[in-house]
């Protein structure tokens, strides 16, 4: 089952790397993603980490609370957290991440050049992870 993963978001004013993981010794199965790098200005700085119950794969990272359901499909908004900027690409590996990180011309929500990445993620997360889900509605769903 996958306990974490990389992401790479691009907002008005710069973009953000993030690694999303399983928050292990927390005391309660929680789940974060911690700023690792910036690019431009954000007001969340890098090592800066947002938690919850969940994170779901939107056309942003979403944190909540699975309240009822565990996708966030059926989670009412009121149960949602913080998010970030809009979604560029996915990553099972660091590496790939900051290719795509450090690539200037990533200002493309959901980037066809990283496509296969995240795709890969978003398969291995699958509709039963413990710690992630995907947006499925028309409306949060990442891919097209």
Known sequence: MLTEF???TAGNAGGSLYHVSR???????SVSAKKIAIRGESSIPVNEKFTGGMVAVCKQLVAYMPNGSKQIDGVD?????????PIVGLFLREEKARECFNDEQNSIHCDP??????????KAIGY???YFSVGRKSSLKLLP
């Open 6 to 8: 990389y992401a790479v």
């Open 23 to 29: 928050a292990f010794g927390t005391g309660a199965d």
């Open 77 to 85: 908004k009121k149960h949602w957290g913080s998010y970030t900027a």
């Open 113 to 122: 050049r990283w496509l296969a990445e995240t795709e890969a993620v978003i």
């Open 128 to 130: 039963n992870n413990l």
